[in-house]
């Protein structure tokens, strides 16, 4: 039996297509630049100013670079969290110990991952953080989240709703991935800000 798409996840689908089509096109010297300024966007938050721990992640290809992100933080006296990828897509967590404690790992046909190379801390350390910095693809003006579409940070969110956590919500994006709407499903947890590298937006 031919099972029908879901609409939203067919707009989803080529939303993704699209977005990641336009990052494909940058150059290395945009990436680059694009995170100097993004660090230091972010870093005038006040809510990473006041931050014990941060849950974060390391960009890879032509993702909004956090490299630099990460060091300040880690700089500034936070501890700051980095995802690893398990086999059912959920995320344990390890703690950020500098560039050089990250190890390249492939998961299957999925892209090449940075990790951090340390003792595993288990998937609700991200429980702990006062901030979570949330990659994605997009975001709109009701501060809804396009990811990518491998659900691990929709796990995320259920943690922290689930055990009442609630650490503020950052995305990072490039400025054009702020648009007026993306497609949404009612599981969808809006965040609180988006930070590109010209500047901060918040949500209500």
Do not use: C
């Given at each position: ?32 630049e694009?995170?100097v300024a ?110 990518r ?56």
């Amino acid at each position: 039996m031919r099972h029908e798409e879901d609409p939203n996840e067919h707009d989803k689908r080529i939303w993704r297509r699209d977005l990641l089509a336009v990052r494909n096109g940058l150059t290395g010297d945009d990436v680059r630049e694009s995170a100097v300024a993004l660090a230091r966007q972010a870093l005038g938050l006040p809510e990473l100013a006041h931050a014990r721990t941060v849950a974060a992640y390391v960009s890879v290809g032509s993702e909004p670079g956090t490299l630099a992100l990460l060091d300040a933080l880690r700089a500034r006296g936070a501890r700051v969290l980095l995802p690893a990828l398990l086999p059912d897509n959920n995320l344990d967590w390890g703690a950020y110990e500098g560039e050089e404690s990250l190890v390249r790992v492939r998961r299957g046909a999925k892209m090449a991952l940075l990790e951090p190379a340390g003792p595993r801390l288990g998937p609700d350390a991200v429980t702990e953080a006062d901030v979570v910095l949330l990659p994605g693809l997009a975001v709109d003006a009701r501060g809804t989240r396009l990811g990518r579409g491998g659900g691990s940070y929709d796990r995320v969110l259920a943690r922290l709703d689930r055990t009442g956590a609630r650490p503020a919500l950052v995305v990072l994006l490039y400025d054009a991935e702020v648009v007026p709407r993306v497609p949404a499903e009612p599981h969808d947890r809006p965040v609180h800000a988006v930070v590109t590298p010209s500047g901060v937006r918040r949500f209500g």
